[in-house]
C-alpha cells in the first residue's frame, strides 16, 4: 500500500515538473538556511562546555557602579593569590593573562598574539589534554614554558622533540619547554597557543615585578577564575568578595568597585566584557538568528501550500475520479501528503548539498570552523529527520486538505471557482505574512548599512589618514635608542611626521585613573583615560584646541591637555576656566602640574562607546608606540625605510606595524559581518517570498482564465489585465508593510541605542524599503500577468 502511494506521487511529481522544481527550490533554500543557522547556533552554544567543572567555574569581574555602570574583564595581580589566603574554602583560584608578543628560536623570530602566563593550577581547574610533560610541575618554576602541538612543530619541526629545548622570550629571557598541549578546541574562549608559567613574571627583575604586588594596577587581559565547592551559590560568595575587596582596596570600594562572579558557561554571551578570542556571541544575537531561521522555514512552508493550492485546479479532475473509482478521502489525504514528503526528503538533499557548498563562506564571514563532517552528526541527522516531518506536515496538511475535499461531480465538471473565498483569504495571509517578514529585514538592513556608512564618513576628531603605529620594546635599553631613532626617520623624504605614545588615539588599551583636581583632598569620583604622548602627537594627529596650547617637549610631566568631556566632568563652564589648573595622580607630587591646554573631542575607541575625559602628558617610560605620518607617493618604498631603519635599532625586537585607519576599519568588523549576514537572511526570503507571490498570482490566473478572455474581448489591453492582478498584490505588500513598518522601527531603534554615535530613523529609510518591495513585487507578478493577459481569448472562453 504504502508502496503504491510512494510510486502514484513520484509519477505525479514528474508530471508537473515545474512545480516540483519550484517546490523543491524554495523548501531548500528555506531548509539550507535553517540547517546552516542550526549549525552556527550550535557551535557558539558548545563553548567550553567540555570542562568537567564547567558548571561551578566563574571568572571574577569588575563592575563599577559609579559615576556610571561599567564591567571589566582584567583583575589586579595579586587578586587569586589573596582568594587563595582569605578564602581557603575555595577549591581553586587562578590567574590567566595574556600578553602576546615574539618569540624566537634560533634567531628565527615568531610572533605570537596567543601567549599566556598562567599558574600550575590553572590546568587543574581547565580540561586541557597534555601531550607531553605533568601539568601540576611543567609550570612551577620560573623560566618555564609549555606550546601546543602546532607551536612545538612549528619551533622544533617534531613536537615529539620539543621537551627539553629553549625558546626565546622578547630576544632576552630564554624559557625552557617542559610539557606539549594539544591544540586547543575550536570551541573555546582560552585560545592558548603558547602558556608561560606564572612564576616568571613573579621572579625578580620581570617587566611587571611592580606590579604584582599593586592593587591599583588593572589590565583588561588579567583574568582570575576561582572554582566553587560543589552545590555553593555565586550569590553568597559575592557577599563575601565585597567585604574582601573593602578590607584590600578600600579605595577602589568606597568609588564604586565592585565584584561580581560569571559564569564559566555564560562567559562566551556577555558582550559587556571582553574574552580573550574578542568572539563574544550575546544570547539576544543567537535568539534573533533562531528566530530567522525558524522565519525562513516557515515562509518556505507558506510557498508549498500557496503552489500547491494554485496546483488544485489543475488537479480537479483527478481527483474527481479518483473519489468517483472508490478513493476515500483519508486515502487521498495520505497520497497528497506522501507527495509533500518525496518533495521535502529532495528539497533536504539539495539544502545539505547547498549547506556544504556555502560552508567555507560561512566560517570565513563568522570566522568560526564547522567543518565538512556535520552531515553525519547525530545531532544534525536528528535535527534534519525532524525538519522533515515538521515541513511535511506544515506544508502537506492543508493542500491535502483542500485538495481531497473537492466535490466529485464538481471537480469532473472544472467547477471548483469556489475553493472557497476563506482559502483564497488564508492564501492572501500567507503572503503578507511573508512580505511581513522580507521587509522587517529589509528595514533592518538598510538601517544597518546607513549607520556603517555613518561610521565610515564621520570623523573621529582626529587625523587618521597615512599614519602607521609601530610597537616599540619597552625596556631602558631601547628607550636610550629612540632619539636616534627618531632623527634617522625625520631624514626620510617620505617620513611627515613622528610622535613616541604609549597607544595611539584609538587603542582601546590604556590607564585609567582618579585625579585630584585643583588640589582637592578627594579623589575625583570618574575615571580619565591617560594618553601619554610626546609634544608631537598633537601636530601628527592634527587635534584640535579648544584653549592653551601643547606641553612643551620633555620626558616626564611639565604639563597636562585635556579633552572636552574632561572639562565637562569637572563642572567648568567653558575650556578656558581650565587652564592654570592643577592635576595630581595617585598622591605623587612628582605627577602634579598644572593643565596648559584643552582639545576638541576625539574617539578614543569605537562609535559604539562614549568619549571619556581624556588626560594628556609626556611620560618617555610608559612610550610602547612609534606613530608616523607619512607621505602618500611611494609609500611602498617608505613603509621598506620605516622597517630597515627600525630593525638596525632594535635588532632584537621583532617589527611589526599597522595603519590607524584600518584599525578604525577593525572597530566594525562584527556589525559588517552581521550586516553582510542578515543581507543573506534578506535576499532568502525575499526570494522566497517572491516564490509565494508566483504561486498566488498561478491561482488566480487560473481561477480568472475566463474573465481574462471576457475582458479581452470586450476591448481591455494587455496593461490592463497586468494592472488587474498587480493592484490586488501592490495591496498585500502595503499592508505587509504596515505591520512590518513598526517592527522594523522597534526592533531597529532598539539595536541603535548600543551605539551611543547613531543615525535617526528617519522616513526616507522606510520610503525606501516600501518601493523595493513594491518593484520586488511587480517584477515577481509582472511575468505571470502578462503570460495570462496574452492568451488567446477564444483559447481561454472554448475550455468548460
Known amino acids: 500500500m504504502i508502496r503504491n502511494y510512494i510510486k502514484t506521487a513520484w509519477r505525479s511529481l514528474l508530471r508537473h515538473q515545474t512545480y516540483t522544481a519550484i517546490n523543491i527550490t524554495g523548501l531548500a533554500v528555506g531548509i539550507a538556511a535553517c540547517l546552516l543557522i542550526f549549525l552556527v547556533v550550535q557551535y557558539e552554544t558548545s563553548f567550553d562546555t567540555f570542562h568537567t567543572k564547567k558548571d561551578r567555574i566563574y571568572r571574577v569581574t569588575g563592575v563599577v557602579t559609579k559615576p556610571s555602570l561599567n564591567f571589566q574583564s582584567g583583575v589586579p595581580f595579586p587578586l587569586a593569590e589573596a582568594l587563595r589566603l582569605d578564602l581557603p574554602q575555595l577549591p581553586a583560584a587562578v590567574i590567566l593573562r595574556n600578553e602576546g608578543n615574539f618569540f624566537s628560536v634560533n634567531n628565527k623570530k615568531f610572533k605570537e598574539d596567543e601567549a599566556y602566563y598562567a599558574e600550575p593550577q590553572f590546568f587543574?581547574?581547565?580540561?586541557?589534554?597534555?601531550?607531553?610533560?605533568?601539568?601540576?610541575?611543567?609550570?612551577?618554576?620560573?623560566?618555564?614554558?609549555?606550546?601546543?602541538?602546532?607551536?612545538?612543530?612549528?619551533?622544533?619541526?617534531?613536537?615529539?622533540?620539543?621537551?627539553?629545548?629553549?625558546?626565546?622570550?622578547?630576544?632576552?629571557?630564554?624559557?625552557?619547554?617542559?610539557?606539549?598541549?594539544?591544540?586547543?578546541?575550536?570551541?573555546?574562549?582560552?585560545?592558548?597557543?603558547?602558556?608561560?608559567?606564572?612564576?616568571?613574571?613573579?621572579?625578580?627583575?620581570?617587566?611587571?615585578?611592580?606590579?604584582?604586588?599593586?592593587?591599583?594596577?588593572?589590565?583588561?587581559?588579567?583574568?582570575?577564575?576561582?572554582?566553587?565547592?560543589?552545590?555553593?551559590?555565586?550569590?553568597?560568595?559575592?557577599?563575601?568578595?565585597?567585604?574582601?575587596?573593602?578590607?584590600?582596596?578600600?579605595?577602589?570600594?568606597?568609588?564604586?568597585?565592585?565584584?561580581?562572579?560569571?559564569?564559566?558557561?555564560?562567559?562566551?554571551?556577555?558582550?559587556?566584557?571582553?574574552?580573550?578570542?574578542?568572539?563574544?556571541?550575546?544570547?539576544?544575537?543567537?535568539?534573533?538568528?533562531?528566530?530567522?531561521?525558524?522565519?525562513?522555514?516557515?515562509?518556505?512552508?507558506?510557498?508549498?501550500?500557496?503552489?500547491?493550492?494554485?496546483?488544485?485546479?489543475?488537479?480537479?479532475?483527478?481527483?474527481?475520479?479518483?473519489?468517483?473509482?472508490?478513493?476515500?478521502?483519508?486515502?487521498?489525504?495520505?497520497?497528497?501528503?506522501?507527495?509533500?514528503?518525496?518533495?521535502?526528503?529532495?528539497?533536504?538533499?539539495?539544502?545539505?548539498?547547498?549547506?556544504?557548498?556555502?560552508?567555507?563562506?560561512?566560517?570565513?564571514?563568522?570566522?568560526?570552523?564547522?567543518?565538512?563532517?556535520?552531515?553525519?552528526?547525530?545531532?544534525?541527522?536528528?535535527?534534519?529527520?525532524?525538519?522533515?516531518?515538521?515541513?511535511?506536515?506544515?506544508?502537506?496538511?492543508?493542500?491535502?486538505?483542500?485538495?481531497?475535499?473537492?466535490?466529485?461531480?464538481?471537480?469532473?465538471?472544472?467547477?471548483?471557482?469556489?475553493?472557497?473565498?476563506?482559502?483564497?483569504?488564508?492564501?492572501?495571509?500567507?503572503?503578507?505574512?511573508?512580505?511581513?517578514?522580507?521587509?522587517?529585514?529589509?528595514?533592518?538592513?538598510?538601517?544597518?548599512?546607513?549607520?556603517?556608512?555613518?561610521?565610515?564618513?564621520?570623523?573621529?576628531?582626529?587625523?587618521?589618514?597615512?599614519?602607521?603605529?609601530?610597537?616599540?620594546?619597552?625596556?631602558?635599553?631601547?628607550?636610550?635608542?629612540?632619539?636616534?631613532?627618531?632623527?634617522?626617520?625625520?631624514?626620510?623624504?617620505?617620513?611627515?611626521?613622528?610622535?613616541?605614545?604609549?597607544?595611539?588615539?584609538?587603542?582601546?588599551?590604556?590607564?585609567?585613573?582618579?585625579?585630584?583636581?585643583?588640589?582637592?583632598?578627594?579623589?575625583?569620583?570618574?575615571?580619565?583615560?591617560?594618553?601619554?604622548?610626546?609634544?608631537?602627537?598633537?601636530?601628527?594627529?592634527?587635534?584640535?584646541?579648544?584653549?592653551?596650547?601643547?606641553?612643551?617637549?620633555?620626558d616626564t610631566i611639565n604639563g597636562y591637555v585635556v579633552n572636552e568631556s574632561m572639562v565637562k566632568s569637572l563642572g567648568l563652564a567653558n575650556p578656558q576656566q581650565a587652564i592654570g589648573k592643577s592635576i595630581g595622580l595617585w598622591g605623587n607630587k612628582h605627577l602634579e602640574a598644572p593643565i596648559v591646554g584643552v582639545v576638541r573631542d576625539f574617539n578614543v575607541g569605537s562609535f559604539k562607546d562614549a568619549i571619556p575625559p581624556v588626560l594628556m602628558a609626556s611620560q618617555r617610560s610608559a612610550y610602547g608606540t612609534l606613530n608616523i605620518k607619512i607621505g602618500q607617493a611611494d609609500m611602498r618604498q617608505t613603509l621598506a625605510t620605516i622597517e630597515s631603519k627600525w630593525n638596525a635599532t632594535f635588532p632584537e625586537a621583532l617589527y611589526e606595524y599597522h595603519f590607524i585607519d584600518e584599525q578604525v576599519a577593525r572597530f566594525y568588523k562584527t556589525d559588517n559581518q552581521l550586516s553582510l549576514l542578515y543581507q543573506i537572511f534578506a535576499g532568502i526570503a525575499i526570494l522566497i517570498s517572491c516564490l509565494g507571490l508566483f504561486g498566488l498570482v498561478s491561482f488566480m490566473a487560473v481561477q480568472r482564465t475566463k474573465e481574462v478572455g471576457i475582458r479581452k474581448t470586450m476591448g481591455a489591453s494587455v496593461g490592463h489585465i497586468v494592472y488587474l492582478f498587480s493592484k490586488e498584490f501592490t495591496f498585500l505588500v502595503l499592508v505587509a508593510f504596515a505591520i512590518s513598518a513598526p517592527t522594523g522601527w522597534y526592533m531597529m531603534n532598539k539595536w541603535l541605542e548600543s551605539y551611543t554615535f547613531r543615525i535617526k530613523l528617519g522616513p526616507g529609510i522606510f520610503l525606501l524599503a516600501i518601493v523595493l518591495s513594491v518593484a520586488i513585487a511587480w517584477l515577481t507578478v509582472g511575468y505571470k500577468a502578462i503570460k495570462a493577459a496574452l492568451v488567446n481569448p477564444v483559447k481561454s472562453l472554448k475550455s468548460e
Open 124 to 554: 587543574d581547574t581547565f580540561d586541557f589534554d597534555w601531550l607531553a610533560g605533568d601539568k601540576k610541575t611543567a609550570l612551577a618554576e620560573p623560566n618555564t614554558v609549555a606550546l601546543t602541538r602546532s607551536e612545538a612543530d612549528k619551533f622544533f619541526g617534531d613536537w615529539h622533540q620539543a621537551v627539553g629545548k629553549t625558546i626565546a622570550y622578547k630576544g632576552k629571557t630564554v624559557l625552557k619547554v617542559t610539557g606539549v598541549l594539544a591544540d586547543m578546541p575550536d570551541n573555546t574562549d582560552f585560545p592558548l597557543k603558547i602558556v608561560v608559567s606564572y612564576a616568571t613574571m613573579r621572579a625578580k627583575g620581570g617587566d611587571n615585578f611592580d606590579s604584582m604586588h599593586n592593587w591599583g594596577m588593572v589590565l583588561g587581559e588579567n583574568y582570575c577564575f576561582v572554582t566553587l565547592p560543589a552545590g555553593a551559590q555565586a550569590r553568597n560568595y559575592e557577599q563575601q568578595l565585597d567585604a574582601f575587596l573593602k578590607r584590600h582596596s578600600p579605595g577602589d570600594y568606597k568609588n564604586g568597585l565592585r565584584i561580581q562572579l560569571q559564569q564559566l558557561t555564560a562567559m562566551h554571551y556577555d558582550t559587556r566584557i571582553d574574552v580573550f578570542t574578542a568572539h563574544p556571541f550575546s544570547k539576544q544575537l543567537i535568539n534573533a538568528i533562531s528566530m530567522i531561521g525558524l522565519f525562513l522555514v516557515v515562509i518556505a512552508c507558506v510557498n508549498f501550500i500557496n503552489l500547491a493550492t494554485a496546483q488544485a485546479v489543475n488537479r480537479s479532475k483527478e481527483v474527481g475520479i479518483r473519489k468517483v473509482l472508490g478513493s476515500r478521502r483519508k486515502q487521498l489525504i495520505f497520497q497528497f501528503i506522501s507527495e509533500t514528503g518525496i518533495i521535502t526528503l529532495g528539497a533536504i538533499v539539495l539544502a545539505l548539498t547547498i549547506s556544504l557548498l556555502v560552508l567555507p563562506f560561512v566560517n570565513q564571514l563568522l570566522e568560526i570552523h564547522l567543518n565538512t563532517q556535520f552531515a553525519l552528526a547525530p545531532r544534525v541527522l536528528i535535527f534534519l529527520a525532524v525538519l522533515w516531518l515538521t515541513v511535511t506536515i506544515l506544508s502537506g496538511l492543508y493542500p491535502a486538505m483542500v485538495l481531497s475535499g473537492f466535490n466529485p461531480i464538481s471537480a469532473l465538471k472544472n467547477k471548483i471557482s469556489a475553493v472557497s473565498s476563506k482559502g483564497i483569504s488564508l492564501r492572501r495571509a500567507l503572503v503578507v505574512f511573508q512580505f511581513c517578514i522580507a521587509q522587517v529585514l529589509i528595514i533592518g538592513i538598510l538601517v544597518m548599512i546607513s549607520q556603517l556608512n555613518y561610521f565610515k564618513n564621520k570623523s573621529p576628531g582626529f587625523d587618521k589618514t597615512a599614519v602607521v603605529a609601530i610597537g616599540v620594546p619597552g625596556d631602558s635599553v631601547s628607550r636610550s635608542k629612540t632619539a636616534f631613532l627618531r632623527e634617522e626617520l625625520l631624514q626620510q623624504p617620505g617620513v611627515k611626521a613622528l610622535s613616541y605614545s604609549a597607544y595611539n588615539p584609538v587603542d582601546e588599551n590604556g590607564w585609567f585613573a582618579r585625579i585630584h583636581f585643583d588640589h582637592a583632598p578627594k579623589e575625583s569620583e570618574f575615571g580619565v583615560s591617560l594618553k601619554w604622548a610626546d609634544a608631537g602627537f598633537f601636530k601628527l594627529y592634527r587635534l584640535q584646541f579648544l584653549a592653551g596650547k601643547p606641553y612643551a617637549p620633555g
